[in-house]
């Protein structure tokens, strides 16, 4: 049972474009969605992240947008640049019924930014 | 440095070797996550731990994988008699609990079976 489901799989956007990835969850006990950001042979590191009681996060460039009712949640890359080529994963967890935080990622999108 | 690190950062066994993979999390940090990446694949789950307690480990094969966190020292993913199947990217992650989401990711060991 795949909880996040993420799209696409694979993105390919010019300098300067808008870079948009897209995730649906099916838990509504999820109640944070982090995103991460990961370069080949490193860890993923932490992008940004929303709670529900809000609609839309920004920070630089970086915006994510949430939609409580469609449990949907989207990273939208701003001017996007060369140095943004990674994969992004989306993710969710909980602290409520035991589970203890751990986090539910989605299958990864691989983000090439053309110069 | 005061971000989570792992070692070693590549390790290749022979089937049926044992595989140690370590994990300090961040300063002030006192909760670990452990999640395995296989290749085209997301991160899933395996273990958390506090000092001296597994807390969820639903996500750990039944066999042959075992995790501790000492009081003193990092904390452990121990695989026994290892097989192909295992060959993945291991991530450790840390949090500072006390009710906090945010976990902060190192940068893995890379395990190869041969």
């Known amino acids: 049972q795949q909880q996040v489901k993420q799209s696409p799989q694979s993105l390919i956007v010019q300098k300067g474009g808008i870079s948009i990835i897209n995730c649906a969850y099916e838990?509504?006990?999820?109640?944070?969605f982090p995103w991460y950001q990961q370069f080949p042979g490193k860890g993923p590191a932490l992008l940004i992240a929303i709670r529900p009681d809000v609609s839309e996060k920004k920070e630089g460039r970086f915006t994510i947008s949430f939609n409580k009712s469609a449990k949907q949640f989207s990273l939208h890359i701003m001017d996007s640049q060369p140095g943004d080529s990674a994969t992004y994963f989306c993710?969710?967890?909980?602290?409520?019924?035991?589970?203890?935080?751990?986090?539910?990622f989605g299958k990864g999108t691989l983000l090439t930014v053309n110069p | 440095n005061a971000g989570v690190m792992q070692n070693p950062r590549h390790l290749v066994r022979r089937r049926g070797q044992e595989a140690r993979l370590r994990c300090s999390p961040m300063k002030g940090h006192s909760h670990v996550y452990w999640y395995r990446q296989l290749p085209e694949e997301g991160l899933k789950f395996m273990v958390y731990?506090?000092?001296?307690?597994?807390?969820?480990e639903s996500g750990m094969p039944k066999e042959r994988f075992s995790a501790e966190f000492p009081k003193e020292g990092p904390s452990i993913l121990r695989i026994q008699q290892v097989v192909r199947g295992d060959s993945a990217a291991y991530f450790c992650a840390s949090s500072s609990g006390q009710g906090r989401h945010e976990q902060y990711f190192g940068p893995g060991t890379r395990l190869t079976v041969t």
């Open positions: 838990n509504t006990a999820f109640d944070y």
């Open positions: 993710a969710a967890s909980t602290g409520s019924g035991g589970s203890n935080y751990k986090l539910t």
């Open positions: 731990l506090q000092k001296e307690n597994i807390i969820d």
